[in-house]
Structure formats: C-alpha cells, structure tokens
C-alpha cells in the first residue's frame, strides 16, 4: 500500500509559478511509474506529466510542455512537479498517482492521492 499527499497548490497570477509536491508513505515507491493528472472544473481528468520508475522515460502533455518539470527524490519518496509560466487554463485539482505498467495509461495508476488545487488567475 502506498499513500500518496499533495502540497503547494494555491492561487497565483497568470505568467508565476508554483512547485507541487507529492510525498508517498507506506511501501517504497522506487519501483513505481509516476504521475501527475489534473482535472479542470467540468472537465475529464487528464495526464499532464508521468515519469518511469526508472527515470528514463519522461512524458509531458503538449499543453504543458516547455513549462512544467517533473522530478522525483527516492531517497526523500517525494516527486515534485514545477509549474512555470502559469496560465489560466492551467487551472485545475492536480493529483498524483503511482503505478506499474504503462506510464500513459490510466488504468495502470494504482494509488492516488486526495488533490491539491491550483487557480490561475488572468
């Protein structure tokens, strides 16, 4: 069983930056894909960056592209994912999630976190 906690959401200007973090308890979580989905008020849940338990594969939504960074500190069991030149649309409840199996599926994320929100405003 992992546990999964977010942080660092909250309401910044349009063009700022915010870090999240999302730090695991319970089992390791080296041996897990991560990632991060968000989901926009009305809106589907979608993937915004995922990276593979072994740090080689990293995505990135093309939406997010160029602006966020995911990263991930086994030692500390926490990822982090930086959020800069906000935007509006970039408004959501960001979750993260851990997994194994295919990083871009969905389905494959096992453990979820409660959801941290992020407001951009113009």
């Known amino acids: 069983q992992v546990q999964l906690v977010e942080s660092g959401g909250g309401l910044v200007q349009a063009g700022g930056s915010l870090r999240l973090s999302c730090a695991a308890s319970?089992?390791?979580?080296?041996?897990?894909?991560m990632g991060w989905f968000r989901q926009p008020p009305g809106k589907e849940r979608e993937l915004v960056a995922a990276?593979?338990?072994?740090?080689?594969?990293?995505y990135y939504a093309d939406s997010v592209k160029g602006r966020f960074t995911l990263s991930r500190d086994n030692a500390k069991n926490t990822v982090y994912l930086q959020m800069n030149s906000l935007k509006p649309e970039d408004t959501a409840v960001y979750l993260c999630?851990?997994?194994?199996?295919?990083?871009?599926?969905?389905?494959?994320?096992?453990?979820w976190g409660q959801g941290t929100q992020v407001t951009v405003s113009s």
């Open positions: 319970g089992r390791t979580f080296s041996g897990y894909n």
């Open positions: 999630a851990a997994g194994r199996g295919a990083a871009l599926l969905h389905s494959t994320y096992t453990y």
């Open positions: 990276l593979s338990w072994s740090g080689g594969y990293t």
